[in-house]
């Protein structure tokens, strides 16, 4: 079982910026591929990004592309998720999650086996 925990959520006005980090219980995080979701009130859950467990290819929704990155460090067994020209709209909870299939960085949430319990991200106007 991998635990993963996010932090770094809060509140940020428009334009503003924010780090999202998730930190994995695992020894083997670097065969993980981790992705980012988010949750809104009264909305379904939805694919923010991800990346392989090299680091080397990566995936965004189009709604982050340009303004989101998402990056890993290995050696700390964590993934971040650098968010920059924060709009409301982007107010959600946000999960980080794992996939041991190291094939999959797509957009579907029932290919990601682990999840962390989310961090409030909260966009003022």
């Known amino acids: 079982q991998v635990q993963l925990v996010e932090s770094g959520g809060g509140l940020v006005q428009a334009g503003g910026s924010l780090r999202l980090s998730c930190v994995a219980s695992t020894r083997t995080f670097s065969t993980y591929n981790m992705g980012w979701f988010r949750q809104a009130p009264g909305k379904e859950r939805e694919f923010v990004s991800a990346?392989?467990?090299?680091?080397?290819?990566?995936n965004y929704a189009d709604s982050v592309k340009g303004r989101f990155t998402i990056s890993r460090d290995n050696a700390k067994n964590t993934v971040y998720l650098q968010m920059n020209s924060l709009k409301p709209e982007d107010t959600a909870v946000y999960y980080c999650?794992?996939?041991?299939?190291?094939?999959?960085?797509?957009?579907?949430?029932?290919?990601?086996?682990?999840w962390g319990q989310g961090t409030q991200v909260t966009v003022s106007s």
């Open positions: 999650a794992a996939d041991r299939n190291s094939a999959y960085i797509g957009p579907d949430p029932t290919r990601y086996d682990y």
């Open positions: 990346l392989k467990w090299s680091g080397r290819m990566t």
